[in-house]
């Protein structure tokens, strides 16, 4: 039988959140410590474990289907693979960063400096499209120590709390690019594994809609009923029930992560109590 290949990150940041994934996607995976490649027991997949920097250029071979990497990754090493789906984990940016004390305005200020980073593609590419004179230096590790040991003036690396920068007695100045973990596939997928590509895709955006989502359960009282439903729109529009105690329904809906705040502050000055929130396994539309 044929088996869909995905590549995911050995170990690492994208490791654990990549396993996570396909168990919420309902794939049972032999723990692949140690291992080179596993396989689903309930699912043609088979995973192959890999250093994030090489997955780009499995996928674009051929050698993996699929793949889980961030998205910093995959401009920086520009193979011609499709992004198919932002996975909401592994966020970071990735930003240039000067010494404390230095002053700094606009970019134009990075003009004539050294740059010390590990990603000399998107670097490049942001100088030239701020027609800016820098030279990079690239390098593979521990780049917030560049500016303190004088290998350069400034930095461009991954950030996600900024201590690490904090730490190295630097300050971040420009945000070059956001970047979350993205899945990816071969351009030339075969119909039969783009089938199952498919299927898998269904699954992650069951999930992701699920984890962007709540459940929400209240007891209105009838004669505020009709606001109430309106602020609570759901999938198709909200469950009510009537409560034994007459003049009080029980109505039931989904919403989304985002407006979760707003939404609560209404229903309660429409006089909604008893307000329940429970967390959405998985989310079908
Ligand atoms: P490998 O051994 O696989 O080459 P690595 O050391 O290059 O691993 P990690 O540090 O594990 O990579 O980071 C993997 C990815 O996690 C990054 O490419 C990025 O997309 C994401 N990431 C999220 N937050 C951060 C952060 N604060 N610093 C670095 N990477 C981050
Ligand atoms: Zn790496």
């Known amino acids: 039988m044929i088996k869909l290949r995905m590549a995911i990150q050995k170990s690492g940041r994208l490791h654990d959140d ?8 309902g794939i049972d995976i032999n723990n692949g410590v140690n291992k080179l490649k596993t396989e689903a027991s309930n699912f043609p997949l088979e ?23 961030g998205e910093n990754v995959v401009l920086e ?12 984990f592994g966020k970071c940016r990735l930003s240039v960063a000067v010494s404390k004390g230095v002053s700094y305005q606009s970019s134009k200020d990075l003009s004539g400096l050294k740059i010390a980073t590990s990603y000399p593609v998107i ?31 400034a930095i461009c690396d991954l950030v996600s709390s900024g201590s690490t920068l904090f730490m190295n007695g630097l300050k971040e100045v420009e945000v070059i690019l956001k970047s979350e973990a993205v899945l990816i596939s071969n351009q030339k997928l075969s119909l039969e594994l783009e089938q199952l590509l498919q299927k898998l895709l269904f699954r992650i955006q069951a999930v992701k809609k699920a984890k962007n989502n709540k459940y929400i359960l209240l007891n209105a009282p009838n004669n505020n009923l009709e606001a109430i439903c309106k602020l609570l729109p759901g999938m198709k529009s909200p469950t009510v029930l009537p409560l034994a105690d007459q003049g009080w329904s029980s109505v039931h809906s989904v919403v989304n992560e985002n407006d979760f705040w707003d939404i609560i502050e209404s229903l309660k000055e429409n006089g909604a109590e008893g307000i329940l929130v429970v967390p959405i396994e998985k989310m079908i539309i």
Do not use: T, W
Request: charged content about 30%; some cysteine.
């Open 18 to 25: 990549s396993m996570k994934l396909l168990k919420e996607c």
């Open 47 to 69: 995973v192959f474990f890999l250093r994030d920097d090489d997955i780009p250029q499995y996928v674009e071979d051929g050698v993996a289907d699929i793949g889980i990497v």
């Open 77 to 88: 090493k520009q193979r011609q693979v499709n992004e198919v789906e932002k996975l909401g």
């Open 123 to 153: 670097v490049k590419d942001f100088l030239k499209k701020n027609n800016i004179a820098a030279d990079i230096h690239e390098i593979s590790g521990s780049v917030e120590i560049a500016p303190g040991i004088g290998l350069s003036n």
